[in-house]
């Protein structure tokens, strides 16, 4: 079977840096996915990695330690618009993806 | 624009009744996926097919079925409608169903 686990709901101050992270379990693994999603819009990619370390993408970055079933999303220098939720998903076989809950970000002035 | 598109974008119907959802897929993508959303919830993985075959099952209903046609396109058939099929449901597609999905705007269901 699969799991994904994802805090639910996180603050953060414009401006500032936050880390939303994300442990899994899977029976297959070919990555790990990070979708942006705005209420009542569709995902947007944000990142992908395969192997272990940190892929850096502007203001986001992405780490992944598969030994340990672990990653995190990091968004630095944080805007308004960045409030929304964070989806983490873990590509199985046959490139299903399978999504977490996602972390619902709320970011204030 | 993802390139995927999805019709309707809107729909209203009653308990049990049937629906159609269309998707079209990037232009050269095999791979086609649907996801329900229900509100407030995360992405739930129904089906994926590739170039025509159904390729991996996520737990989608017996009440829905979904196709791709040889022109690609998918169709995800609901039927004997319940409330708790109220969701947005998703199409995404892939290139060769490897890599990023690429997700349509969404068709939000609502069951009266």
């Known amino acids: 079977g699969q799991n994904i686990d994802q805090p639910t709901e996180m603050t953060a101050t414009e401006g500032a840096i936050v880390q939303i992270n994300c442990t899994y379990q899977?029976?297959?693994?070919?990555?790990l996915f990070w979708y942006q999603q705005h209420a009542g819009e569709a995902p947007t990619f944000l990142s992908y990695n395969v192997l272990d370390g940190l892929e850096e993408k502007g203001r986001f970055s992405s780490f992944l330690s598969r030994s340990k079933g672990y990653s995190y999303l990091l968004l630095k220098e944080l805007q308004m618009k960045d409030s929304a939720s964070y989806l983490c998903a873990v590509s199985g076989g046959y490139n299903k993806l399978i999504f977490g809950a996602g972390t619902r970000l709320a970011v204030h002035p | 624009d993802s390139g995927v598109t999805q019709t309707p974008k809107h729909l209203i119907t009653a308990t049990g009744q049937r629906v159609t959802l269309r998707c079209s897929p990037r232009?050269?993508?095999?791979?086609v996926y649907w996801y329900q959303q229900s509100l407030d919830q995360g992405l739930q993985f129904l089906i994926q097919?590739?170039?025509?075959?159904?390729?991996a099952k996520g737990n989608i209903l017996e009440r829905f079925s979904a196709q791709q046609f040889p022109d690609l396109h998918s169709e995800l058939n609901l039927s004997s409608l319940e409330l708790g099929d109220s969701a947005l449901y998703f199409c995404?597609?892939?290139?060769?169903?490897?890599?990023?999905?690429?997700f349509g705007e969404g068709s939000r269901l609502t069951v009266l």
């Open positions: 232009s050269g993508d095999l791979s």
């Open positions: 097919y590739y170039n025509g075959e159904e390729r």
């Open positions: 995404a597609s892939s290139a060769a169903g490897i890599g990023e999905l690429f």
């Open positions: 899977t029976s297959g693994f070919n990555g």
